[in-house]
């Protein structure tokens, strides 16, 4: 940082928020954000645009407090849905798919994207544009890459989004997102912008923001980059026969139709499954008394654009909605979800019983299954990998008993 205050003495330079001196060993986030400004500007970035971007930027205690916040709990499968593919949201999306049916069916023609599909992603990320976010993206992103625990990530995106800002597709008042960066109506990191954002209405700004043309060709342009087929949906609702081996319901066991049709999976109406060349995969995203999806190569590109299952599955059955569709059709069980210190208890008790879910954090992740699935095994309990309540009681027995499984 020697070399960035010697650089910078030797140019008008725009005055920075004073801040005071960081933790012991680290700047203070004025000389930090001269060494961005600095690299920026190495970077190619026009001089002017970086300091005027930089000029007055200020952390933000709210974005440090929203990234490091945990919800108390987690949402089950039924309160997640039913939150996001609610029928006032059902209602306005098809309102707005009818409205604009000229404009989605070019860009579905150009891109090969359903519209239906890109109305669903817009209804769940900003409510069709009515809520983009109300933080200036800079000072959020110059929060979070000063922060230490993501400091590289949010540095290039920081950097993104300046480029954004050179090139003069938003001016600096109005680009805002959320806490973590994510601008416009469809919500896209500035890198995911520079990448895919497109100029579809031709007036030389691709504005995710404030057109829709540029909203739509940017997200059906992404999409069309991760792998989307027009010629498939996402998924469906399926039924499993009572044998089922569970091993076979995660994403990375993909088989053809015909193949689940032999082993006993059906629609969920109990008709067989489409005779259609397709690889399909299995999931239990509320373990195996929830609903079972059988998923195509279309949810694996939702999953690219946000990586919750449950943020998948309510794209793809809102844009079923959308055109008529009914809901799903599985019983909807009553779950009280497990709380955030259940959640790190579990893995204490999972490590402890020499089942590795990694450092106790309160967050289901595929490591936190895995261990849970071995649990499962270990105990004769369905193994589904589904941290339920069944399961942190059984592991509290365990822990009790003193008995660590195998």
Not at 126 to 150: C, E, H, K
Request: overall charge neutral; proline content about 6%; glycine content about 10%.
């Amino acid at each position: 940082m020697i070399f960035a205050l010697a650089f910078f003495s030797c140019f008008a330079v725009p005055v920075y928020a004073q801040t005071t001196p960081g933790p012991s060993g680290k700047p203070s986030f004025e000389i930090w954000l001269q060494g961005v400004a600095e690299e920026a500007k190495i970077r190619g970035i026009e001089a002017s645009a970086v300091d005027e971007a930089l000029n007055g930027v200020e952390t933000i205690e709210r974005v440090i407090e929203l990234d490091r916040r945990q919800p108390e709990f987690t949402q089950t499968f039924w309160t997640y849905l039913n939150g996001r593919v609610s029928e006032n949201r059902i209602k306005k999306g098809r309102q707005l798919l009818a409205q604009h049916k000229p404009l989605l069916s070019r860009i579905e023609e150009k891109h090969g994207v359903q519209g239906r599909f890109l109305v669903a992603f817009w209804g769940l990320e900003t409510n069709f544009g009515q809520f983009l976010g109300g933080f200036p993206v800079i000072d959020a992103l110059s929060t979070l890459a000063y922060d230490q625990r993501r400091s590289a990530f949010f540095r290039s995106e920081l950097f993104n989004a300046l480029t954004i800002l050179e090139q003069g597709h938003v001016d600096q008042e109005n680009m805002i997102g959320s806490w973590a960066g994510a601008m416009g109506q469809p919500q896209f990191m500035p890198s995911t912008f520079t990448r895919y954002a497109i100029d579809e209405d031709g007036n030389g700004r691709k504005d995710i923001w404030g057109s829709l043309p540029d909203v739509f060709g940017s997200a059906a342009n992404y999409l069309s980059g991760l792998g989307w087929e027009i010629q498939y949906t996402w998924g469906r609702e399926v039924k499993l026969p009572k044998e089922f081996d569970l091993d076979l319901a995660e994403l990375r066991t993909k088989k053809p139709l015909s193949e689940w049709q032999i082993l006993g999976v059906r629609r969920i109406d109990g008709r067989d499954l489409p005779n259609a060349d397709i690889t399909g995969a299995v999931i239990l995203p509320a373990g195996h008394r929830g609903p079972a999806f059988m998923v195509y190569k279309n949810f694996d590109a939702i999953l690219n654009w946000n990586r919750s299952l449950l943020y998948a599955i309510s794209v793809g059955h809102l844009a079923d909605r959308l055109i008529g569709l009914g809901p799903l059709q599985s019983p909807r069980l009553q779950e009280k979800p497990l709380s955030r210190d259940q959640v790190i208890k579990l893995q204490e008790f999972l490590n402890s019983l020499n089942h590795d879910a990694g450092k106790p954090d309160g967050q289901v992740g595929q490591r936190t299954r895995a261990a849970v699935k071995a649990f499962q095994k270990a105990t004769g309990l369905p193994a589904d990998g589904y941290p339920d309540g069944t399961v942190y009681d059984a592991l509290a027995n365990a822990i009790k008993l003193n008995r660590p499984t195998p």
